[in-house]
């Protein structure tokens, strides 16, 4: 049984492309419930009218439209398939984004623990480092396919995690430069790191909040917050209110 539970069921490739729409999806929702809160009340429809039209439409439903590449995916400005354009909206750095996406790894979080704590029933957990080394081992082996590469604590509740080539982030490459004219490589190159890295932070808010949900799985209140020290690498600074 155990075995059966520990195969692989998906390629991790595809998962974590998956992993890496995260953000796109965070940004289409929050843009779709924007224009939906703004256009509602010009919008609301009588109650006999809009069963009658739900009648309707259930009669003569008509066929769902095939994603092709040049359907637009959302109401942002060539956001097209196979396209990161979604990334220079101005809805990236806006908390209504960060914090769902932050959610949504805090939701997870609190779900895989109980998960991978059966998967590998060996496994004990006696106190808050014993966590530490379960999300350094377990949980980054099941998301990331490797384990962190450093962790440190002061004893006093607080911890570091370094990852020293996170993998939502490490293909990232930025071509804002490549429309820039004049002056020198340097400066180019430097455009596109400040746009990648720009871009990158906002995908540190979902292991934010795995780390966040797995402390709270265990009964721990955290804050987590992520810096990325050298790309593409990363440091998850963790601080909860339990001496070690």
Partial sequence: MTEEINQSQISYSSFELLLQEIVPTSIRVSKALSTRSTTQPQDKIKPSTASSTSSDSNSESPPPNQTRIDTQLSSIANDLP???NILDTSLLPTDDVTIRIEQLGFNL???I???LLYQNPSTKIIDILDIMKFICRDVWKCFYNKQIDNLRTNHRGT??????NYKLINQ????SAGSSTGGSGFEVSNVADHDTLKKSKVYLWFPCGVIRGILMSFGVE???VAEITQFPAVMFNIHTSINN
Avoid at 159 to 164: A, E, M
């Fill in 159 to 164: 911890f570091v995690l370094i990852d020293n």
């Fill in 113 to 115: 623990a109980e998960l």
């Fill in 172 to 175: 990232f490459s930025s071509g």
């Fill in 82 to 84: 196979g396209t990161v």
């Fill in 222 to 224: 955290s804050n987590v």
């Fill in 109 to 111: 979080g609190m779900k």
